[in-house]
């Protein structure tokens, strides 16, 4: 299983982090078909498109997706996973949560913890999309421009102070890995901390202090590049956890794994696919 990230157009850069492709190009010798893949939360909505496989969405609630469907998965605030019944193609969006309101008039917190189909946002259909992505399945820069296309459609060009705002307040917690205090970043942007707090809530779907957190544990659970689960954990908890008993601690909230056991499943997948790669 491997998935693609392509860069968004410059008129999409401030909204669109990237563009994805999630495919099953080396017959994973890790994932089997219908089991749960786990998904750490990372502070962004997604828009997808399942293009080539049945699927199931677990967040906790179970969501079954068919095939050639589209919809959005709001920003999450806990451990989730993702199954999938056969060889399969799935595309995406990753979207800042300010952006959601932008491109389809719905605010962030109204899909927080939860999947919401395109067509029952939109009131329209999505057919024409999913059918150009069906027949360019095997190429994936076409993917990407129909992707880029869908978006630009769906913009809306006004974006107000308080949409700049949360940007701004987004971008400073993702530089400082999470470890920030709310009260110093609402004094910087001249608010009190409950204005912040309301609409960072609206615009993003959580709080500034749990996004906080989210951001933290993703951040952690990116350094796992192959060094000893000694210098990971080490590496880990120079982002701001209290001790190590409270980065386990929420390490497995939002991944539902200890640190130790995402560590093992990381080197087991990377070792699986070197065999893989070898024996093709």
Aim: net charge positive.
């Amino acid at each position: 299983m491997k998935i693609h990230r392509f860069e968004p157009c410059a008129r999409l850069s401030s909204l669109v982090k990237h563009f994805w492709i999630l495919t099953n190009e080396l017959n994973d010798p890790v994932y089997v078909y219908g089991s749960p893949m786990a998904m750490c939360p990372d502070g962004y909505i997604d828009v997808i498109f399942i293009i080539g496989a049945e699927s199931r969405y677990s967040i906790p609630q179970k969501h079954e997706l068919k095939k050639n469907s589209g919809l959005i998965l709001g920003i999450i605030t806990e451990n989730h996973s993702l199954s999938v019944n056969e060889n399969f193609i799935i595309a995406g969006i990753k979207i800042f949560p300010y952006a959601l309101e932008l491109f389809f008039n719905i605010e962030a917190g109204e899909i927080t913890n939860d999947l919401v189909l395109l067509n029952d946002i939109t009131g329209q259909s999505c057919g024409e999309t999913i059918e150009k992505l069906h027949g360019n399945i095997n190429n994936h820069g076409k993917i990407v421009k129909i992707l880029e296309d869908y978006m630009l459609k769906k913009l809306r060009v006004t974006v107000d102070d308080k949409i700049k705002m949360i940007d701004y307040s987004i971008k400073t917690i993702k530089h400082y890995n999470g470890s920030i205090v709310i009260n110093k970043l609402a004094d910087h942007l001249g608010l009190s901390k409950r204005l912040l707090e309301m609409r960072f809530e609206k615009l993003v779907g959580v709080g500034p202090k749990l996004f906080s957190r989210i951001i933290r544990v993703n951040q952690a659970a990116l350094l796992n590049d192959g060094d000893t689960i000694k210098k990971f954990i080490e590496k880990s908890l120079a982002l701001g956890f209290f001790d190590q008993s409270h980065y386990i601690k929420e390490f497995k909230k939002f991944t539902g794994m200890t640190p130790s056991q995402y560590f093992e499943l990381c080197f087991k997948r990377s070792q699986l696919e070197k065999s893989a790669i070898l024996e093709s």
